[in-house]
């Protein structure tokens, strides 16, 4: 998993669309975001996740069902 922040790959979602980044510490130049763990998603205390899947495999439907990411959902 990749996160994004402002100025980056996906940076309108934050510079066009005005969704505040959960973590102001992302650098906007990581073209490919930058890795982010299950845990780094509960401590951020994310509010909404934008998700971008192509051809969704078996293991990446596993992922959403992970315990700590249900703590923030």
């Known amino acids: 998993m990749t996160a994004f922040g ?5 940076g309108l979602i ?5 969704i505040t980044p959960a973590d102001q510490k992302l650098e ?3 073209k490919h975001g ?3 763990s299950y845990e780094y998603m509960v401590k ?3 509010t909404t996740i ?4 192509i051809e969704a495999q078996r293991s ?3 992922r959403l069902r992970n315990s700590l990411l249900r703590m923030i959902m």
Request: no cysteine; hydrophobic share 25%.
């Open 28 to 30: 906007p130049s990581d």
């Open 50 to 53: 934008f998700l971008s899947l």
């Open 14 to 18: 934050h510079d066009v669309f005005g």
């Open 6 to 10: 402002p100025k980056s790959r996906y």
């Open 44 to 46: 951020t205390n994310q």
């Open 34 to 36: 930058q890795s982010i």
């Open 60 to 62: 990446e439907k596993k």
